[in-house]
């Protein structure tokens, strides 16, 4: 009668009518009675397979009536596939054994059912056994009810094992409190975050635990007032904070928080994020724009400086071709020395113009051997009225024999100088004595390294605070007050220093209290080389070679001839484009000198002019330019492959420009 899975219970032989019954006997109406209106299936089936009797609860289960049960074969009534299952155990049954039994069996009738059974033989006067009673209840219902819950609970026990994941596995920090505020979770996340392990906190008040004390009075009475039934004024809303390590120290952080009511009770979980990167790379951002402004600042500076540089550019080669020329002519010792000061003060400006403009425009280094003492006692000397205008008195210990440097003189010179001038604002505030003392010397030699120079600059002035030498060689960062300097003098020394192979640092301490810096540079071991004479060659060729001037600046054309006609050139001036292309026609020219900036024609269309009608000209062309700092000049002068020629400019350089190009 049975398909699906069984469990069986063994009884025992047991041969009913052949054991004396201790209850008194029923008479036959009540036993009728009782097994028809039992709430369990009783049915007795006989040698035959057929069945004998089933109660009513019986008929219901088959769902058939009487005369198609009583009398029918098992087949007929379970179905051919129980009947098969059955067949096996009916030896079994009518030999004597008794089985008990319970699991699923499917009826054509009914479906799949949970069914539990008793079947015990029947025999009465010791005879062999006549019948099979079968006793039966059907527990479906109560075992899907039970697989039903099985499986509520195996899903339940995996969803918290799920959280419990998801919890113990969250990136963020994640604890919950009760409604009083005492901690129930900590997940290890919360542990690495705040130091502290979850055993320790169990417990304890979440505000002792990770709340600094000025947050703490707010806390408790937003949990009271929420406890009471007030509207919650947090939950939900992402807000910002400092939270509290185990070791004392406060960081940012950004909170969550909400309520959960389990059974009747509150509980509150916040969700908790380190945000000090952000806040880091935040401030940083912040940096850069001010950085940034600065720079656009500068870079307009920068764009100003072009147009002004050329301006100013032209009355220092007036100046300083002037003076050359009137060198010649003195003999008077006195006025000789007048006159060489106010050339050397000339090249001075337009040196410090010209590496001004050098940096800006990244132009290579130009390495020659240079003497660090001569730098520094230049740099002195410019300095020298405004240090005692400021009464600071400058003391300078220079080593003599002090070894020359392979170097760029006018950026080391920028090197010094801008020490000088942050000595000297250094000192600005101080009341009493103010002294800055500069030293020259020369490294003792190590291993592996080449022997190094190196200059020091000190002050008695406040000092650096520790807190503050490390950002000191940042671009933009300064110690000095609002509208006094711009930040950028150490930091771009110190990579004018590291270009050349050395170094710019600032000393743990100074032996005057104040601030130290120390310039280290590389020795090059070359001898110094001295300024190249115009070759008498060139001087001689001079003689049968025609210049022409072209520039709008007259003071500045007259100059550059007679500097010319004193080297033996025969020279013709053009004070514009046009002029200079009338001249062409008239005349045979050997050279061109002429300005790149010119109202009406510039330079780069006359060059074009040029090239077009006299082409053998047009690569035997100088010109001379105070606007270094433009592109589109730099970029005509590389495409005409002409040489060019910086504003101010020597009596040497112009006659060693023009003889390059006449050879």
């Known amino acids: 009668m049975k398909k699906l899975e069984r469990e069986f219970a063994w009884t025992g032989q047991t041969h009913w009518g052949l054991q004396r019954n201790a209850l008194p006997p029923l008479a036959p109406e009540l036993m009728g009675a009782l097994l028809h209106n039992i709430t369990a299936r009783v049915a007795v089936v006989g040698r035959d397979h057929c069945f004998i009797y089933a109660n009513r609860e019986a008929l219901a289960f088959y769902g058939r009536p009487p005369e198609q049960v009583i009398g029918q074969h098992l087949s007929k009534v379970l179905g051919d596939t129980a009947y098969a299952g059955y067949l096996p155990w009916a030896e079994r049954l009518f030999s004597g054994e008794s089985l008990r039994w319970q699991g699923w069996v499917e009826y054509p009738t009914h479906g799949r059912r949970f069914l539990q059974e008793t079947m015990v033989p029947f025999a009465s006067d010791g005879r062999d056994v006549q019948a099979i009673i079968v006793f039966g209840r059907d527990h479906t219902e109560l075992k899907l009810r039970e697989e039903e819950l099985a499986e509520q609970m195996g899903q339940l026990q995996a969803s918290e094992a799920l959280k419990a994941a998801i919890v113990d596995h969250a990136l963020a920090a994640l604890i919950s409190t009760d409604g009083e505020g005492r901690i129930v979770e900590f997940n290890p996340a919360a542990e690495a975050m705040f130091g502290r392990q979850r055993a320790d906190v169990m417990g304890l008040f979440v505000s002792e635990v990770i709340m600094p004390e000025r947050y703490r009075p707010a806390h408790e009475a937003g949990l009271r007032r929420m406890e009471s039934g007030g509207a919650p004024r947090v939950l939900g809303k992402r807000m910002e904070m400092h939270a509290l390590r185990a070791d004392g120290s406060e960081f940012p952080i950004e909170m969550v928080l909400w309520r959960t009511n389990v059974g009747g009770t509150g509980y509150y979980t916040a969700s908790l994020v380190d945000v000090t990167e952000r806040h880091s790379a935040a401030q940083q951002i912040e940096r850069q724009r001010d950085a940034l402004r600065q720079s656009e600042k500068l870079s307009a500076m920068g764009s100003l400086l072009a147009g002004v540089a050329h301006e100013l550019n032209n009355p220092l080669a007036i100046v300083m071709g002037r003076a050359s020329l009137l060198e010649e002519k003195c003999d008077d010792p006195a006025l000789l020395a007048d006159v060489q000061r106010i050339r050397e003060a000339a090249e001075r400006c337009g040196r410090i113009v010209r590496t001004f403009l050098n940096m800006a ?56 100088l801008n020490l000088l001038v942050n000595a000297q604002q250094a000192l600005a505030a101080r009341e009493g004595e103010r002294r800055v003392l500069i030293e020259t010397g020369v490294e003792a030699r190590r291993e592996n390294r080449e022997p190094r120079v190196w200059l020091r600059v000190s002050d008695n002035g406040p000092g650096v605070p520790a807190e503050l030498r490390g950002k000191l060689f940042e671009p933009f960062f300064t110690t000095k007050p609002e509208g006094i300097g711009t930040g950028l003098g150490l930091a771009m020394s110190r990579s004018l220093a590291r270009d050349h192979g050395g170094d710019l640092t600032l000393e743990p301490t100074s032996h005057q209290g104040g601030a ?43 100059l550059m001839r007679e500097i010319l006609e004193s080297a033996g050139y025969e020279v013709a001036t053009a004070e514009s484009g046009a002029v200079a292309l009338a001249l062409l026609d008239t005349a045979r020219f050997d050279a061109i000198v002429s300005d790149l900036r010119m109202p009406d024609m510039d330079g780069a269309t006359l060059w074009r002019e040029i090239d077009q009608h006299h082409p053998q000209l047009s690569r035997r062309m100088l010109f001379v330019t105070g606007d270094t700092l433009s592109p589109g000049a730099r970029e005509f002068l590389r495409k005409a492959k002409c040489a060019g020629l910086d504003k101010p400019f020597s009596k040497a350089d112009l006659l060693a420009a023009v003889g390059r190009l006449v050879e």
């Open 361 to 416: 425009r990244s132009k290579p280094a130009t390495r020659e051997n240079v003497s660090l003492n001569d730098l520094t006692r230049a740099a002195a000397e410019m300095l020298n009225y405004s240090y005692r205008s400021h009464d600071i008195e400058m003391r300078l210990h220079l080593a003599d024999e002090l070894p020359s440097v392979k170097a760029d003189g006018d950026q080391v010179g920028q090197i010094v």
């Open 516 to 558: 130290s810096f120390r310039l280290n540079l590389p020795i090059s071991g070359e001898p110094v080389q001295e300024s190249a004479p115009v070759p008498l060659q060139a001087v001689d060729a001079a003689l049968q070679t025609r210049v022409l001037v072209v520039d709008d600046e007259s003071e500045l054309t007259e």
